[in-house]
């Protein structure tokens, strides 16, 4: 019986044949049953997989999921759907997809530390920490006199401050004559001045060295108009008091401030492109405003419409071809000649056509016939088809008209019936009471026994036994109630017949005589010869041509042949034909003179003797 190998989805791989191994339907060589040398093929196939199918060229006949190790390449590649070789990821290979890397779906990655001026990814939730500035970023100036938590421009911060409460400054050193602050301490510092000394207050606007009064100093506190270059000290970062702020302390604040609370800056105009401030509402706007290709996440893009021009092949991993032209993109997707022909005119001119299924359509024109273990019959024409599939004459009838001529037919689930030409039976027994036999039909003709029959005028009266030789056996008990008669003129067609098969079957038996042939001639025809004598006791011309008579040349004791006539069961028997011989009684006769009927039946001649 054949393997029949299946895959693991169940599909036929290959039928193989006892005493036979597959190497064409897959690289493994499939053994059949009771082949010699079986252990060679085996063997084989375990160092091939081991190997992975080590060679510089790809295997012959690839299956799905199966592994090849190209020795040229060091590269290990599996079998894909697409029926294409698909290389395994190396080391190397997983390092370069980290160069510009096309990410897909959402992308994760550590956030980093705020402040953080680096290479390193920005997630999104970095950028919606608290922004550190850098270069020069703007905002609205707030109203003098503000205090709140908006930015403080530089507009804002050299406004002549409206300063309150006891404002300090660094003492300058005495003699110092500066724009620098002159605080109490530089002032009373120098003369030791007693009581109340007064002098001139002179306009704001004076500098020189002229006493400064207490007035003078009030008044250069309320909205003092700074000329030149007015310093201070820089307080530190994160300084939130009422001591002066140098254009250093807000550079300071500028550069990555780490904003609290909700800071807010005045929404730009849309289209706005420079360093202003992008307030949430600006960000909104603009997102409202985007193409809804921009509202789209990267895992679920659905293009609908339009044309896409002008960017690389996407590769074959992203549903592309990674190719710019058609061949190119059949080449990279595996694909070979077949795939440009038309399903009405196809040319296959070599290969293997393994694991395939036809749902539909018309195969016509094949260059070659489609082998048998590909599903096909190996043949162009019905004939050589049938012997190619080992079809029988059977496979052409009809199951209206089925013609058995030799064989066996068993294992019928039921007897073929009578009328089908059957028996009805499971056993002969019953097979012989359903034919309607008896006892007579499984009785050999060389050996009849027939006991108990009852004739009664002239009739079996237990069933018909017609045209029966019986060369050997005995009869007996036969009881006759009627009047057993021999007549040598038939009364109807069935004893006609009968008539001639007794005739024919008598005349054409050897004849036996014992005659004293003391004077007579062996060899002669005349008279006085044993063939005149012949002629006259037994007329050839009621025997068949080629009768033999066997004469014994000594005095033997003979009887008539009529005793035959008993020995056979028949309606009618021709007294003619049982006058046609005698029967040699003596067991112990020597028939050493042979002669025979002539062709013509006109007389006895000479053979033997």
């Known amino acids: 019986m054949s393997y029949i190998i299946n895959n693991s989805r169940g599909q036929v791989v290959a039928v193989v044949a006892d005493g036979t191994v597959n190497t064409s339907a897959t690289d493994l060589s499939l053994v059949g049953r009771a082949l010699t040398d079986y252990g060679t093929f085996e063997n084989e196939n375990y160092v091939f997989l081991l190997e992975n199918f080590a060679n510089s060229t790809a295997p012959l006949q690839p299956i799905l999921g199966q592994l090849w190790y190209n020795s040229s390449t060091d590269v290990i590649s599996t079998y894909g759907s697409g029926n294409a070789w698909i290389p395994l990821a190396s080391q190397e290979y997983v ?26 990814l920005a997630t999104t939730a970095f950028v919606t920490n608290s922004p550190q500035f850098s270069g020069v970023p703007r905002a609205a100036t707030a109203a003098a006199g503000t205090s709140t938590t908006q930015l403080a421009t530089t507009a804002f911060v050299t406004t002549s401050p409206a300063f309150a409460g006891v404002p300090t400054a660094p003492t300058a050193a005495a003699g110092t004559n500066t724009a620098q602050l002159a605080t109490t ?30 007035e003078f100093v009030q008044n250069q506190k309320v909205s003092t108009a700074f000329t030149g270059t007015p310093t201070a000290p820089t307080a530190a970062a994160e300084t939130n008091s009422t001591q002066l702020a140098t254009t250093a302390f807000v550079q300071l604040q500028k550069a990555s401030p780490a904003f609290t609370g909700v800071p807010t800056a005045p929404t730009a105009v849309g289209e706005t492109s420079t360093t202003q401030i992008a307030t949430t509402q600006f960000v909104k706007i603009a997102i409202n405003d985007l193409p809804t290709m921009s509202k789209q996440n990267a895992s679920a893009v659905e293009i609908t419409g339009g044309t896409i021009t002008g960017v690389a092949p996407i590769p074959i991993s992203s549903g592309g071809t990674g190719a710019g032209t058609a061949a190119q993109a059949r080449s990279t997707l595996g694909l070979g000649s077949l795939a440009t022909q038309n399903s009405n005119e196809v040319t296959i001119t070599g290969g293997v056509i393994a694991n395939a299924q036809i749902l539909g359509g018309t195969i016509s024109v094949l260059a070659s016939p489609l082998a048998v273990v590909s599903g096909g019959t190996g043949a162009n024409n019905v004939a050589n088809a049938r012997i190619n599939l080992g079809l029988g004459s059977l496979a052409t009838q009809n199951s209206g008209n089925v013609q058995i001529s030799g064989g066996v037919i068993s294992g019928l689930l039921n007897p073929l019936e009578l009328t089908s030409g059957g028996t009805a039976a499971t056993n002969p027994i019953d097979a012989r009471t359903n034919l309607g036999l008896g006892t007579m039909a499984v009785q050999n003709s060389a050996n009849v026994t027939i006991g108990n029959v009852t004739i009664v005028s002239g009739n079996i009266v237990s069933g018909n036994i017609g045209n029966v030789t019986i060369s050997n056996g005995t009869i007996g008990n036969l009881t006759a109630t009627g009047t057993v008669s021999i007549l040598q003129t038939p009364i109807n067609g069935t004893d006609a017949v009968n008539k001639n098969y007794v005739d024919t ?73 049982l006058n046609g011989g005698t029967t040699v009684n003596n067991p112990d006769r020597n028939n050493n003179l042979v002669y025979q009927v002539n062709g013509t039946k006109t007389s006895w001649s000479y053979v033997s003797g």
């Open 185 to 214: 301490a530089f002032v009373t510092a120098g003369p030791a001045f007693a009581g109340t000394p007064t002098a001139p207050t002179v306009g704001n606007s004076v500098s020189n060295t002229q006493l400064a009064t207490t």
């Open 95 to 120: 390092q370069l997809q980290k160069v510009s890397p096309a990410f897909t779906g959402i992308p994760t990655a550590p956030t980093a530390a705020t402040g953080t001026a680096t290479t390193q």
């Open 505 to 577: 079957l008598v005349s054409s038996r050897p004849l036996f005589f014992s005659l004293d042939v003391r004077g007579l001639s062996t060899t002669g025809t005349g008279a006085g010869s044993v063939v005149s004598i012949l002629n006259t006791l037994a007329p050839p011309g009621t025997l068949q041509p080629g009768t033999i008579c066997r004469v014994s040349g000594t005095v033997q004791n003979v009887t008539a042949n009529y005793s035959l006539s008993v020995s056979y069961i028949i309606s009618y028997v021709s007294s003619v034909s």
